[in-house]
């Protein structure tokens, strides 16, 4: 053969093998990255909750007789002591000596009531002076840095729940002495009911409101106990969230709440006042029995800015579990399980805040890609909690530094991969 036709086959067999080797060699792997950030970190319980009365109040008729027909409406302001019904007296029912009796066991029963409010009253104030003692401590701690601002915040949140337990406790008996009364105007109307022109008994209002509900709205003969109206006041208002029982452990008194949805323009602010004890079973929607507990949110925003939310709205609550300032995260979605084989140990941070936080998940039992230079490199991480959208981890990356979303299952440590326009 001719040297020409040599060289053209060598150099054809050449490209040939380039082609080849081009065609086969493996390829960069497409991924999205997004960086790690330091900032605020935070988890949090979304539920569905409804707004609650601090204190509500049922008038009903101290005695059997003729009902007038009320002229109050829901939604009617009234103020403590004003006449809300009128009850004209019923011959001969309200002369029976059963009903004499009955009414004497009432007028007993108001008066034993109002001196439990009058120790309800003496043990609040016990406990306004207690949380105000703990909190004139707690000042120049804080301000010294021996304590938590959150401690602060617990002991002041303490003194408001025990300044509103006072007035619930005043209000309580300043029910009881209305009730006292009203026992006793009963009785004088039953002694009285046998002489000629008797005006009948007038029903007044416990505490100042507003009217809730008319119970018995119409003209006509009501019975001893019969509930007339409910009065209370919608500036005194709850949220009522009620929880799974296992993001319900998480929770404490005192945590940090964002009221959402609930009608208005602009996001409410609360604390969580209470977890009740005992949980119940409820059916979700897909029919699944969950255990679920009450708890009990007291909204903090000023009243102007919810004036016209009433009892029983629906609204969404967020409350904040856990949250740290200038914490180091990664997206969620960059954090994979380590397979058992390969976890390690992980030196001990040196921040030891992150290490008493119980959402730790345990050293080194996962891991995240981190692009370097076009390949990736995989790098163990320690996941002290997580929401949503960021995990926090322990520090041992860079704030900036480029992380592989939703790594493959294909991809390797040091394997080449290119970024991706999500």
Do not use: C
Request: no cysteine; hydrophobic share 45%; proline share 6%.
């Amino acid at each position: 053969m001719k040297p020409r036709t040599w060289i053209t086959a060598a150099l054809g067999t050449v490209a040939l093998g380039a082609a080849l080797v081009w065609a086969f060699a493996p390829r960069p792997l497409p991924v999205e990255t997004a960086p790690a950030v330091r900032g605020h970190f935070e988890t949090v319980v979304d539920e569905e909750g409804k707004t609650l009365l601090a204190d509500r109040y049922v008038v009903t008729a101290p005695l059997a007789g003729q009902l007038a027909r009320m002229t109050l409406k829901e939604g009617d302001s009234v103020d403590a002591g004003a006449a809300v019904a009128m009850l004209a007296p019923v011959m001969p029912a309200m002369l029976d000596e059963r009903s004499r009796r009955e009414l004497q066991a009432r007028a007993q029963v108001a008066e034993a009531g109002a001196q439990r409010a009058a120790t309800r009253i003496a043990r609040a104030e016990v406990g306004l002076e207690q949380a105000q003692m703990e909190l004139r401590r707690a000042e120049p701690l804080s301000q010294q840095g021996f304590i938590a601002p959150t401690r602060l915040d617990s002991n002041r949140l303490a003194v408001r729940a025990a300044e509103e337990e006072l007035a619930s406790a005043r209000a309580d008996r300043h029910m009881a002495t209305h009730e006292i009364e009203q026992a006793r105007a009963a009785l004088s109307a039953t002694r009285g009911a046998s002489g000629a022109g008797h005006g009948g008994l007038v029903l007044r209002a416990p505490v100042a409101g507003h009217v809730l509900r008319v119970l018995q709205a119409s003209e006509g003969t009501v019975a001893i106990g019969t509930p007339l109206l409910e009065l209370g006041d919608t500036g005194r208002l709850e949220v009522v969230a009620e929880l799974l029982t296992s993001d319900a452990l998480a929770v404490q008194p005192g945590s940090r709440v964002t009221i959402e949805r609930w009608g208005g323009p602009s996001v409410l602010q609360g604390r969580v006042l209470r977890i009740e004890p005992g949980a119940f079973t409820k059916v979700s929607a897909l029919g699944v029995e969950e255990q679920r507990v009450r708890v009990h949110i007291g909204i903090t925003s000023p009243h102007a800015q919810w004036q016209r939310l009433g009892d029983g709205y629906r609204v969404s609550v967020r409350i904040v579990v856990l949250e740290r300032e200038h914490a180091l995260q990664v997206p969620a979605s960059a954090v994979f399980p380590l397979p058992a084989a390969a976890r390690v140990t992980l030196p001990a941070a040196a921040a030891s805040s992150a290490s008493a936080v119980a959402a730790a998940e345990g050293p080194a039992q996962h891991a995240v890609f981190v692009a370097d230079g076009g390949r990736a490199r995989q790098v163990a991480v320690e996941v002290l909690a997580r929401n949503a959208s960021m995990a926090w981890i322990r520090d041992g990356l860079e704030p900036g530094t480029a992380l592989v979303l939703y790594p493959p299952s294909a991809l390797r440590d040091g394997q080449r991969i290119q970024h991706r326009q999500p």
